[in-house]
């Protein structure tokens, strides 16, 4: 009897201990943050600035397009005159690259972040608040430059803040572009058909840049590596090259269709405005795609498979959005299209700024420039060879830049390996 009242008497004082063990590591399981290398919550305050400042940057990004043709029909100028404000976008872009590596030796990230944003609000604000030709022209070169200043200044702090698993904080910072991307064109319609018209829809980023500045204005920001090359060891290697060169070649492959695939959905039988609302699965597929990618990327080690598996993805979208000749096989193509190239730059972006240890600004800043070149030049060389041999000979530049993009990765993955090799 007293064995069993000792056990009775035990028993319940055991389990009270193990419930309340239980208890008290359960929810800190359950509740546990994503940790980064360094140990800290993976979405700390510099990394959500970081997203909402790409976020800001990239609503006019994808706004501009539509803002361009609502700006066209009240000043009347051609197509030509049209070209010229995308070329000074990319001309501003392009010029960034030039000059972030140098600028961002001698500033710090902090004044250069809230610098550039208030250089790309104050060209969206020229842009948008004039009704000339010369100064919209202008306001639009400064958001390039500006605009491509805090895309590349946001790119290098969160690879300086994440290191290795820049991967995944780059492809989840453009989760939000992606949405913008869906949004930007949706809203600037509504505004145009409200008395505020579609300028309204353009100030809308500053509100959130305003916010981001007024939270985080205190924020320190992680210093870019205190060791920076010199010299000959200065110099980017060529597997970062060639890495840098496919982030250029993907840029310009999802410019294509952003630019045309308005006017080949048109050519299935579509009506012009059906076919621009139409375009908007083709940004809802990288919505999604980016999403799913952010979910896929948090274990180490699977950006290059998800890279093969995005390039392989985009082959097959757009082998059915170019051949096909029913509009809701174009669309799907389109749309599945999307998918794919979703995740190129982000994921390539991480690859090229990896295979540059402590030189990551100038890697940053290469690809911008290497961009801005490429999204001018392809679209243009699209639009001349339509016009020469209609529009379906034309986007055989398509596959071609999906090609060159394959054989870069190829040739960028293996160069390293052999540079590591060297090394070691």
Same mark, same amino acid.
């Given at each position: 009897?007293?064995?069993?009242?000792?056990?009775?008497?035990?028993?319940?004082?055991?389990?009270?201990?193990?419930?309340?063990?239980?208890?008290?590591?359960?929810?800190?399981?359950?509740?546990?943050?994503?940790?980064?290398?360094?140990?800290?919550?993976?979405?700390?305050?510099?990394?959500?600035?970081?997203?909402?400042?790409?976020?800001?940057?990239?609503?006019?990004?994808?706004?501009?397009?539509?803002?361009?043709?609502?700006?066209?029909?009240?000043?009347?100028?051609?197509?030509?005159?049209?070209?010229?404000?995308?070329?000074?976008?990319?001309?501003?872009?392009?010029?960034?690259?030039?000059?972030?590596?140098?600028?961002?030796?001698?500033?710090?990230?902090?004044?250069?972040?809230?610098?550039?944003?208030?250089?790309?609000?104050?060209?969206?604000?020229?842009?948008?608040?004039?009704?000339?030709?010369?100064?919209?022209?202008?306001?639009?070169?400064?958001?390039?430059?500006?605009?491509?200043?805090?895309?590349?200044?946001?790119?290098?702090?969160?690879?300086?803040?994440?290191?290795?698993?820049?991967?995944?904080?780059?492809?989840?910072?453009?989760?939000?572009?992606?949405?913008?991307?869906?949004?930007?064109?949706? &809203?600037?319609?509504?505004?145009? *058909?409200? +008395?505020? =018209?579609?300028? @309204?829809? !353009?100030?809308?980023?500053?509100? /959130? $840049? %305003?916010?981001?500045?007024?939270?985080?204005?205190?924020?320190? &920001?992680?210093?870019?590596?205190? *060791?920076? +090359?010199? =010299?000959?060891? @200065?110099? !980017?290697?060529?597997?970062?090259? /060639? $890495? %840098?060169?496919?982030?250029?070649?993907?840029?310009?492959?999802?410019?294509?269709?952003?630019?045309?695939?308005?006017?080949?959905?048109?050519?299935?039988? !579509?009506?012009?405005?059906?076919?621009?609302? %139409?375009?908007?699965?083709?940004?809802?597929?990288?919505?999604?795609?980016?999403?799913?990618?952010?979910?896929?990327?948090?274990?180490?080690?699977?950006?290059?498979?998800?890279?093969?598996?995005?390039? %392989?993805?985009?082959?097959?979208?757009?082998?059915?959005?170019?051949?096909?000749?029913?509009?809701?096989?174009?669309?799907?193509?389109?749309?599945?299209?999307?998918?794919?190239?979703?995740?190129?730059?982000?994921?390539?972006?991480?690859?090229?700024?990896?295979?540059?240890?402590?030189?990551?600004?100038?890697?940053?800043?290469?690809?911008?420039?290497?961009?801005?070149?490429?999204?001018?030049?392809?679209?243009?060389?699209?639009?001349?060879?339509?016009?020469?041999?209609?529009?379906?000979?034309?986007?055989?530049?398509?596959?071609?830049?999906?090609?060159?993009?394959?054989?870069?990765?190829?040739?960028?993955?293996?160069?390293?390996?052999?540079?590591?090799?060297?090394?070691?």
């Amino acid at each position: 009897m007293r064995d069993g009242a000792a056990a009775a008497s035990v028993s319940p004082a055991l389990s009270r201990a193990l419930i309340n063990k239980i208890l008290r590591v359960a929810p800190a399981r359950r509740t546990a943050p994503p940790r980064d290398a360094y140990g800290e919550a993976f979405r700390d305050a510099p990394t959500l600035l970081c997203y909402g400042a790409l976020a800001g940057y990239a609503y006019w990004l994808y706004a501009y397009g539509p803002a361009l043709a609502l700006l066209r029909s009240e000043l009347h100028f051609s197509y030509t005159l049209l070209g010229v404000y995308s070329a000074l976008w990319s001309a501003g872009a392009a010029l960034a690259g030039v000059s972030f590596a140098p600028v961002a030796r001698r500033l710090p990230r902090a004044p250069l972040l809230w610098s550039s944003m208030a250089g790309a609000t104050a060209g969206i604000a020229l842009f948008t608040a004039t009704r000339t030709v010369a100064l919209t022209l202008t306001g639009a070169a400064i958001t390039g430059f500006a605009g491509t200043v805090l895309l590349t200044c946001v790119q290098a702090i969160l690879s300086d803040r994440h290191g290795e698993r820049r991967d995944q904080a780059l492809v989840e910072a453009n989760v939000g572009a992606a949405g913008c991307a869906v949004l930007a064109p949706l &809203l600037l319609g509504l505004g145009q *058909a409200t +008395p505020l =018209g579609w300028r @309204a829809a !353009l100030a809308l980023p500053v509100l /959130l $840049l %305003a916010g981001l500045y007024l939270r985080y204005r205190h924020q320190p &920001l992680p210093p870019p590596p205190a *060791a920076r +090359p010199t =010299g000959h060891q @200065a110099r !980017l290697s060529r597997s970062c090259w /060639l $890495l %840098a060169a496919m982030v250029a070649v993907g840029i310009a492959i999802e410019f294509c269709p952003i630019y045309f695939g308005t006017e080949v959905l048109t050519s299935t039988g !579509l009506r012009t405005a059906a076919a621009a609302t %139409a375009m908007s699965g083709f940004y809802l597929g990288i919505l999604l795609s980016r999403i799913g990618g952010a979910y896929l990327i948090r274990r180490a080690g699977r950006a290059v498979p998800l890279l093969c598996v995005s390039l %392989a993805v985009t082959t097959a979208g757009f082998g059915i959005f170019w051949l096909a000749g029913q509009p809701a096989l174009a669309i799907a193509g389109l749309t599945v299209c999307g998918v794919g190239l979703a995740n190129l730059y982000p994921l390539s972006l991480a690859l090229t700024l990896a295979a540059a240890p402590g030189n990551g600004d100038t890697a940053n800043a290469r690809t911008q420039l290497l961009g801005g070149i490429l999204v001018t030049a392809a679209p243009y060389l699209l639009g001349r060879l339509a016009d020469h041999f209609g529009l379906h000979a034309a986007f055989t530049i398509e596959p071609v830049l999906i090609g060159a993009a394959a054989l870069l990765l190829l040739a960028g993955l293996r160069t390293a390996t052999a540079e590591k090799r060297i090394a070691a």
